[in-house]
């Protein structure tokens, strides 16, 4: 194909006036008093539009993003995840790995009888995708806001269990996804349950 | 029927299935294998419908109780006073939909599991009446399950699962709190109950008694408070218990052992043989990145119908031990294939007629032992095997354990008095006679070859796959493969030869026995030249007088083995 070049005006094969229309917007930006809408909350004290300090500062991204996957613990601080494996079967890149607990294994509350022994995500394996999210019928993994997942080696980068649930369980971000879905915060699903069970006749 | 009739035996029945008109055979054979007039069920599954159900299974008595196989059917009429069935106007017979009583309006659904089939019958297999029965009983069947499915060891192949998803309705209209029943109940040394999940279909209770002959189980309590249950203080412990946890149509009785260890999806399954007795059940490995996760039984009427016993089940661990020999040792420490191949070839080639002795063991495969003899005969080697015996049940458990010994007799490693030259090959290394001792898979100082023996042997060449106070004497290790790491047959003890499958890579250096023995039987005996399990398989169906009266090819086989004549 053929592409044909228009030909320049001599106005245009200034160059002046061009470089003059750029340095127009740098110096609109240089003097602007009005504050950013992004980040504006952030920057109460500043006037002017200033650049961010990026590794310091981050982003608040919005409400629904998808960033890292982390487990959440309910608002009693146990652990959620029955290990049902279903992220694990869902993931497309396999990025995570579950060793589920066998006959004898921990549970942490009450009414328990399931927990995971070992939960692995490949955060560079991850694609944020949110199949893990989407499937959890535990409502146990989220995919929080962390956009920036960095580390020295790749070791370092497959998170383990704790790590996860530290991670997740700290940040009360992941409620504002509750919040959107009328979900109050921390939900226990097995509490109805235990509670039904204590008030019922013992037969056995 | 007339007087004046000639009753003519039927042998197929024609009846309507949705529509279609198929010919179904009057008779099926029951759970017992004797021939009942075949019902419903049984004729949609001719016609290739299959009608949901819980508490029929074709190897246990029919209950009836579920109502899963409800199915709207039609009659054509009774003949009236002339002797006439009605007809329609077109000379067709009528047929008559079943409906209530007194409610002509209501269709009325018979169970598939329990109604016999009628020639001219209708089966409305999936039409909206029956599609509407099977939506009201699943609905029932789901009011008190807690739906804990995440953490259900069945989720994946249950049938409450499957049947809602493919005949239920999609939410529940059920408001009322539901009926808590005991969780996690220890019902025996290798089951848990889950009470909550039951849909008491009886499968357990019927197969316990009927089939193991140990009536353990039993319901307890009444409505929606029944439950399975053992005698108070007793437990679920006979050798067959955990059959019962196969045929759970749900996740309320569950394995010990598969507990909480996987979910069944992620299971690769592969078909292979029970290796604990000489019966042979046939099995389905289930194995997930190179391990294994449990036996389940393959359903082989010849064989073991669809069971297998607990210790066979439980029988797999060794398979993935820490302490499994995977490297192979010569004289001087570990080496590779290549040179210990080249140097026990060297070794037997030189080696005098009558220096030689083999012991080999009947857990080995037709082929390998088959291999074993080629390398024996040229030698005038003697062989022999070791006896394992127990004790026979009714069921399926055979006196000999070894997976194998009738495959060890046809290919000529043993007699019919296994073990009786053992004594004999002890003598002749006693005496310096025999020089070189070939040892596959068994630990001869437990048969009277013991240590001090083994040290007046010039060459111990052995062969296993777990470490043994042999493999430690040995002069050549040869790492082997458990029957779930190769290919081959096993020849049970009734005479019926059947194949098993690879599902595992074996660990380290081990690869399959017969491999080796190949490459061996070619450079000391020399063997025509085939490179597949497929080929020495023929080769030796050809050679071995009994698998060749049978006729045996690998192929025909099939999954189900073939029998030869002992």
Known sequence: MKVDRTKLTWWERLYIPSILNGFKVTMRHFFSWKRSKVYGDKQKSYRAKTTMQYPEEKWDVPTGYRGAPYLLKDVDNNTKCVSCQLCEFVCPPRAIRITPPGGGGVVEREGAEKMPDEFEIDMLRCIYCGYCQEVCPEEAIYLLKDYAITGESREELIYDKEKLLELGGADKRAYDHHAQDGVAEGVKKWETKMREASEQPKFH | ?566
Not at chain 2, 367 to 392: C, I
């Open chain 2, 1 to 566: 029927m007339g007087a004046n009739q000639a009753e003519t035996p039927v042998k197929t029945v024609t009846v309507k299935v949705d529509g279609c008109t198929v010919e179904v055979p009057r008779t099926t054979p029951n759970w017992l294998g004797k021939q009942e007039p075949t019902t419903v069920l049984q004729a949609c599954k001719h016609a290739g419908i299959e009608i949901p159900h819980y508490c029929y299974h074709p190897k246990l008595p029919v209950a009836g109780n579920c109502r899963m196989c409800l199915v709207h059917v039609g009659m054509p009429g009774r003949p009236g006073p002339d002797g006439k069935s009605p007809m329609n106007e077109d000379g067709s017979p009528k047929i008559f939909p079943m409906q209530l009583p007194y409610e002509p309006q209501t269709p009325r659904g018979v169970i598939g599991c329990a109604t016999d089939i009628i020639p001219g019958m209708e089966i409305y297999a999936s039409s909206p009446e029956t599609r509407a029965m099977r939506e009201a009983v699943l609905e029932s069947l789901l009011i008190n399950h807690p739906l804990d499915c995440p953490i259900c060891d069945q989720a994946g192949e249950c049938k409450l699962q499957e049947y809602s998803v493919d005949h239920g309705l999609a939410e529940s209209r059920f408001a009322e709190v539901k009926v808590h029943k005991p969780k996690a109940v220890d019902l025996g040394p290798r089951i848990t109950l889950d009470a909550e999940r039951c849909v008491l279909c009886t499968r357990c209770i019927r197969f316990t008694a009927d089939v193991a002959s140990d009536d353990a189980l039993g319901i307890v309590n009444r409505g929606n408070y029944s439950a399975i249950a053992t005698y108070p203080g007793k437990a679920f412990d006979n050798n067959y218990t955990l059959n019962t946890v196969d045929i759970c149509p749900v996740g309320a009785l569950t394995s010990d052992d598969f507990r909480f260890q996987m979910r069944v999806w992620f299971l690769k399954e592969t078909k292979s043989l029970c290796t604990g007795c000489g019966t042979g059940c046939n099995t389905v490995i289930g194995s997930r990145e190179n391990r294994m996760y449990r036996y389940e039984p393959r359903q082989n009427d010849a064989v073991n119908s669809c069971w297998m016993c607990d210790a066979g089940r439980l029988d797999y661990k060794w398979i993935g031990r820490d302490d499994r020999l995977a490297k192979v040792r010569g004289p001087k420490g570990d080496t590779a294939w290549p040179s210990v191949l080249k140097a026990i070839s060297n070794h037997l080639t030189k080696a005098g007629v009558g220096s030689v002795a083999i012991v080999a063991s009947a857990r080995q495969s037709n082929e390998e032992l088959y291999l074993l003899n080629k390398l024996a005969k040229h030698f005038k080697a003697p062989t022999d095997s070791v006896p394992r015996d127990g004790e026979a049940d009714q069921l399926l458990v055979a006196r000999d354990r070894n997976p194998n010994i009738t495959g060890a007799r046809l290919t000529g490693i043993t007699t019919k008095r296994v073990g009786s030259k053992l004594a004999a090959i002890a003598k002749g290394i006693a005496s310096g006679k025999i020089k070189t001792l070939i040892v596959y898979g068994e630990d001869v100082t437990q048969h009277g070859i013991g240590v001090k023996l083994l040290g007046k042997l010039k060459t111990l060449i052995v062969s296993d796959i777990l470490p043994s106070a042999t493999t430690k004497n040995a002069n050549y290790l040869l790492p082997g493969c458990a029957h779930a790491e190769k290919r081959g047959t096993f020849t049970n003890v009734k005479g019926r030869v059947q194949k098993f499958s690879k599902a595992l890579e074996p660990p380290g250096d081990a690869i399959a026995e017969w491999e080796v023995l190949h490459e061996l039987v070619h450079n000391v005996a020399g063997l025509d030249e085939f490179d597949s399990i497929e080929g020495l398989f023929n080769q030796m169906a050809f050679e071995v007088k009994a698998f060749k009266g049978a006729g045996l090819k690998w192929d025909s086989l099939g999954d189900k083995g073939a029998d030869v004549k002992l």
